[in-house]
């Protein structure tokens, strides 16, 4: 079975930091981008950061620019979000999702271009 799965999500007060992990099963992440979405609680779910299959391409939402970092480890079949300086506005669930042969492109942030969801992890800032 293919599965995605997300962890490290928490409550953190705002300028703390995370990080999250997505640990794929049952294939191998290494023709796979992968990208982070977040939904936070009646909006729409929104592309944050994309990392393509050897990891030299990365890309990332304005909003989370210079504080989030995407990274992969192929060999533990593992991709990372860290996130650092963590806003309020920065509350919501985090997914991660797999495209086959993907490219993180003008397109990264289409969530029709990816083939596999996780099941998300919940990030809350609050003081």
């Known amino acids: 079975q293919l599965r995605l799965v997300e962890s490290g999500g928490g409550l953190v007060q705002p300028g703390g930091s995370l990080r999250l992990s997505c640990a794929a099963s049952g294939f191998t992440l290494d023709y796979y981008a992968i990208g982070w979405f977040r939904q936070a609680p009646g909006k729409e779910r929104e592309g944050v950061s994309c990392i393509g299959r050897s990891g030299g391409t990365t890309t990332y939402a304005d909003s989370v620019k210079g504080r989030f970092t995407i990274s992969r480890d192929n060999a533990k079949n593992t991709v990372y979000l860290r996130m650092n300086s963590l806003k309020p506005e920065d509350t919501a669930v985090y997914y991660c999702?797999?495209?086959?042969?993907?490219?993180?492109?003008?397109?990264?942030?289409?969530?029709?271009?990816?083939?596999?969801w996780g099941q998300g992890t919940q990030v809350t800032v609050s003081s």
């Open positions: 999702t797999a495209a086959r042969y993907g490219l993180c492109g003008s397109n990264w942030s289409w969530k029709s271009m990816y083939d596999y």
